[in-house]
């Protein structure tokens, strides 16, 4: 599933802090995407339906966390550009990802073994 840079937006957030009310959310996000409150709760409800983020309740107040972890998402996302738009065969450049701001050393390495097969180092 290809995301908008909105769901993403809200992901990047979801993954850096979460559970998160929808006010902490849009708060969070009011800088950098300049959304109005509704246009927030628009994107969770349609994020909602498409499955990308959980609604749960804390203490009666509704609050919501990413319905994958950033490196599947990332990986799923990279794997169809790399794979089926550029038709890359081999081994995908997971190399060239780092310095990236949202990824640690960690994260890189699951990324490279979700994307080429590679075995969890011991």
């Known amino acids: 599933m290809q995301l908008s840079d909105s769901e993403l937006e ?11 009310s929808a006010r ?18 628009t994107v969770l409800e349609r994020m909602r339906t498409k499955e990308l983020i959980i609604r749960s309740e804390a203490h009666g107040l509704a609050v919501f966390t ?24 081999g081994s995908l450049p997971v190399s060239a990802l ?7 050393a960690d994260e890189l390495a699951e990324l490279d073994r979700m994307l ?6 011991s």
């Open 116 to 121: 080429n097969g590679r075995k969890r180092k």
């Open 66 to 89: 990413p319905a994958k972890t950033k490196v599947e998402v990332l990986g799923n996302s990279l794997s169809h550009l790399f794979r089926h738009v550029l038709e890359v065969p």
């Open 10 to 20: 809200v992901l990047k957030a979801l993954w850096e802090k979460n559970p998160l």
């Open 24 to 41: 902490e959310l849009h708060d969070e996000l009011a800088a950098r995407t300049g959304w109005a409150v509704s246009t927030t709760r």
């Open 98 to 104: 780092t310095g990236s701001a949202i990824l640690n």
